[in-house]
Structure formats: structure tokens, C-alpha cells
């Protein structure tokens, strides 16, 4: 049980479920799109790309930070399965109606690769927020003193070569510092 004074977690922290269990919710959840799909319209289309790109999200805010991995390679996989699944049991719902198995399924990739390719990047992107959020405590930016660990300290000035140098008794003048030499020290130099 959460304590009273523990800050809420933010929507970046808040995914904890593993990778597994998170491929087979989006995947039970795309197979029941694709049926409501097929029963409607004798193919998928536009209703399957928005829901394959709502269940992308998803999955992406719902996994726990070790599964980030499974969770980045699942949409291509996930729409690839689907298309050759499809394909291969109802080549109409991707394709033409007399495509082999194999056209069909380039068909089917190519119809659908603008979900796919808004689904991945919305899942990478998002897992790439989640990642920021989980180093810094929840928050997707830092302010400049806690980037640090520790306040910034204000600049100091570069002292101007064209002002002069002050000579100390018993101290060396820095080497290349001409400010301060006399004539025949800057000619013996040279």
C-alpha cells in the first residue's frame, strides 16, 4: 500500500505489467477488432488501422520499464502476424480475392502502413518519454540547478589580454602573457 506522502506517480510512471502479458492483451484485443472488422465489412480497414494504433499506445503506457524492449518491436511484428494470418485464411479481408498468399500479404502490409508506421513511432516515442520521465522522477524536463546535482555557480569574467597585468614581487609571469614585459623582454622572446 502506498504512503500518504509518496508523490503520485505520473502517466510515465505508471505502467508495471510485463512485457508478456502486455503482447497478449494488444494481441487479444487486435483479434477482436479484427473480428468486429470482418463481420462488418468483409475486410479491415480504416476502424483496424485506428484501433491498431489506440492498442500501440497502449501497450506502450502499460509495460513495466524492464519490458520496453518487447513492447518497441511489437507493432510491426504485431501487424505482419496479423496481415499473413489474414491472408493466408481470407485473402479478400487484406487483398484481392485471387491474390496468392504472399501478394496478399504485401498487399496487406502496404494498405496498412500508415497505422504502422504512426503505431510505431507513437510507441517509440512514447517508451522514449517514459525512459526521460523514469530518471528524473517523473518529470519529462529539469530545471538547470538540479541537472547538476547542485546550484550553478555564476560565471567568472576571462580577464581582457588588453588590460594590464599587475606584477607581483616574486611571482612568474604566465607564459605568452606579453601585457606586462618590457620592449627587450618581447624582442628576446621573439
Do not use: K
Amino acid at each position: 500500500m502506498p504512503s500518504r506522502n509518496a508523490p503520485a506517480r505520473t502517466l510515465w510512471e505508471e505502467g508495471r505489467h510485463p512485457g508478456r502479458l502486455v503482447v497478449r492483451a494488444a494481441t487479444l484485443a487486435l483479434l477482436v477488432v479484427v473480428l468486429v472488422s470482418l463481420l462488418l465489412g468483409n475486410r479491415i480497414g480504416l476502424v483496424f488501422d485506428l484501433a491498431f494504433v489506440v492498442v500501440c499506445v497502449a501497450a506502450a503506457l502499460a509495460v513495466r520499464p524492464r519490458d520496453f524492449f518487447t513492447v518497441g518491436v511489437m507493432p510491426p511484428l504485431l501487424l505482419a502476424a496479423t496481415v499473413a494470418v489474414l491472408a493466408f485464411v481470407d485473402p479478400a479481408a487484406v487483398a484481392r480475392a485471387g491474390d496468392a498468399v504472399a501478394q496478399a500479404v504485401v498487399s496487406g502490409l502496404a494498405h496498412h502502413a500508415i497505422a504502422l508506421v504512426i503505431g510505431y513511432a507513437l510507441t517509440l516515442g512514447i517508451l522514449a518519454l517514459r525512459q526521460v520521465a523514469l530518471r528524473h522522477h517523473g518529470r519529462l524536463r529539469i530545471s538547470g540547478e538540479q541537472s547538476s546535482g547542485r546550484a550553478a555557480a555564476p560565471a567568472t569574467p576571462r580577464p581582457d589580454r588588453t588590460m594590464p597585468v599587475v606584477q607581483v614581487p616574486g611571482q612568474r609571469r604566465a607564459e605568452g602573457d606579453l601585457s606586462s614585459a618590457t620592449a627587450a623582454d618581447r624582442d628576446r622572446r621573439r
